[in-house]
């Protein structure tokens, strides 16, 4: 990577225990369907400095109802707020006293939950309790050292289900699991660092052999800033592979903000008031499906004028793409999107329409740039002055917000990032002294490290040393070794992990169908002479389709197979 790409990241992980729930005893499983539906609304709290956080007011204002819906014996009354929390699991807080000291961190005397304001509807409460349990560690990645600034023990959200209109509904099976957040400081300087550090400290917490596996129990955030930026949160990001790819995008989309703001400042824009006008009979006859959609709907066609913004909302062969911000921040108060004049004429907006409309709204200079919405008036204007805050933000340069993941890569607009203003104490869990007889228990019982895992496949098992590494880097040490005790299966079980599921990801085949027992299953076939060992990519390939290891035998032909 050149010195061209100068950047600074770091990483927050949020792994989950396979525990019970942090404060209650129910199991810490997902569950198909819920029952009943609890109703909600929330609004933020003041924090300890009296101030309430930006976040959570803004999605505060988004005006949302929640719902939640039970699950049999993974929730009860503490997920629903309507009993205080149990002491917290001893299973899950040894876990993060052991992960600490696997991280050479400090571990704090006195253990003390706090509640973080959330009221995006995640939490009952209103708040998620999280504990500081160690500072000041590190990790190892390659021949550096990566700080790790805190280790943390909170309780994961609720499941959202689906949002209808202004209501969201939530499953309260995923409330309450308990979960390590460890984050590390703003050490890493290329997008492949970000990924090897975040494959260590999973590989790390998969050491301890106390943590979930599977989709959707292991969640990294970035917080990614370049010189002359500012520091942006990616939140949720799931597939590890995919990292250098959301880190250089957003190193580019913070380049091209900059590059913005630079053009403004030399045309001398000034701030943008937010002055909007009706405008709707100059589309009086437009075919735009999206402008007639909204007019039948009793709705109008809104504009403001943007003095100075031409060519920076989709300008330079499309590498200016202040339009996309500003309509992801349009789409938080509920419209399906804004038209600006970089984009125009299209989407049956035709040029006569568009001068007419610069027309009507006085506009002469070549730099005048305009935006408009067609929704139910409030709507449209509530949307257009959060587009408008949103280009205004342009002449300072990059805003610090959160931004949520897509699948090829790249991010939208989520949030404002939060800020400090969102902790205060919570009074319903006593505080946990950690003992120095505590810390010594743990430090002669601490788990294998990665390595010793590698090391000791090698010579149990007769792999290679590279093949060990990879098989414990992918979190497959455990299912391996179940199949390796038949050493016979061991060669073959490698080449399955390391080649044939490799080929199968390529092909855009999903492994997470697998289950452990499925995997096992097929090896107890083989080890009857079901099957050849050469059939198992055909019939690993079959069962991905949803067909069992038996009927997928019988229908690529291999039953007949001579077990001799």
């Not at 996309?324 to 299209?346: C, Y």
């Not at 002669?444 to 098992?461: A, S």
């Not at 991905?544 to 032909?557: F, H, N, Q, V, Y």
Request: aromatic residues 6%; contains cysteine; glycine residues 8%.
């Amino acid at each position: 990577m050149s010195e061209d790409y100068e950047m600074m990241c770091g990483i927050e992980i949020h792994q989950q225990l396979d525990t019970k729930k942090l404060f209650c005893s129910c199991d810490s499983r997902l569950c198909e369907e819920g029952t009943g539906a609890h109703y909600r609304r929330l609004r933020p709290t003041n924090s300890e400095t009296g101030e309430i956080d930006r976040a959570a007011l803004a999605q505060f204002q988004r005006q949302l109802g929640y719902r939640y819906q039970c699950c049999d014996g993974t929730s009860c009354l503490v997920e629903l707020d309507e009993e205080p929390p149990h002491d917290v699991n001893a299973e899950a807080l040894q876990t993060a006293l052991t992960f600490s000291e696997m991280l050479g961190a400090n571990v704090i005397d006195e253990i003390h939950f706090m509640r973080k304001i959330v009221v995006d509807g995640s939490n009952t409460s209103g708040f998620q309790r999280t504990a500081l349990i160690a500072t000041d560690g590190f990790v190892e990645v390659g021949d550096r050292k990566v700080s790790i600034l805190s280790v943390c023990l909170e309780e994961d959200a609720a499941r959202k289900v689906e949002t209808k209109n202004d209501e969201v509904l939530y499953r309260l099976d995923r409330l309450g699991i308990p979960l390590i957040e460890v984050a590390t400081g703003p050490d890493m300087r290329t997008p492949e660092e970000v990924m090897e550090v975040a494959f260590r400290l999973g590989t790390l917490l998969r050491a301890t052999r106390k943590v979930k596996r599977g989709i959707g129990t292991i969640r990294q955030d970035l917080n990614i800033s370049i010189p002359g930026g500012a520091r942006i949160e990616l939140k949720g990001v799931g597939d590890l592979k995919l990292i250098p790819d959301y880190v250089r995008n957003e190193v580019n989309r913070q380049r091209m903000l900059i590059r913005i703001k630079d053009i403004l400042t030399e045309r001398g824009v000034a701030e943008v008031p937010f002055d909007p006008v009706d405008v709707t009979g100059v589309f009086a006859s437009c075919e735009s499906k999206v402008i007639r959609g909204a007019l039948d709907d009793k709705g109008k066609v809104i504009a403001v004028r943007l003095p100075g913004f031409a060519g920076v909302m989709n300008g330079d062969n499309k590498t200016l793409r202040l339009g996309s911000e500003m309509a992801q921040r349009a789409r938080t108060k509920g419209v399906k999107g804004i038209f600006h004049s970089d984009e125009l004429p299209n989407y049956g907006i035709e040029q006569g329409t568009v001068d007419a409309l610069r027309e009507y709204l006085g506009m002469t200079g070549a730099d005048d740039a305009f935006v408009i919405c067609a929704a139910r008036e409030k709507r449209a204007r509530d949307a257009l002055e959060a587009a408008v805050t949103r280009a205004n933000e342009a002449l300072v340069g990059v805003p610090e917000e959160t931004r949520d993941p897509l699948p090829d890569g790249t991010t939208k607009y989520s949030r404002p990032l939060p800020g400090a203003a969102r902790m205060y104490p919570e009074t319903d869990v006593p505080p946990t002294t950690i003992t120095d007889e505590r810390l010594q228990w743990t430090r002669d019982n601490m788990p294998e490290f990665p390595e010793q895992i590698e090391g000791r496949l090698v010579e149990q098992y007769g792999i290679n040393q590279q093949q060990a590494r990879q098989i414990v880097r992918q979190s497959n040490d455990e299912l391996f070794e179940r199949i390796a005790q038949d050493r016979a299966m061991a060669p073959i079980a490698a080449t399955m992990f390391l080649n044939v599921f490799s080929e199968m990801e390529h092909d855009g085949i999903d492994l997470g169908v697998f289950t452990d027992d499925d995997i096992l299953g097929v090896f107890a076939l083989l080890r009857e002479g079901r099957f050849a060992k050469e059939a198992l990519p055909a019939l690993l390939r079959e069962m991905s389709t949803g067909t069992a290891a038996e009927d997928a035998i019988r229908k690529l032909g291999l039953e007949a197979v001579d077990a001799g």
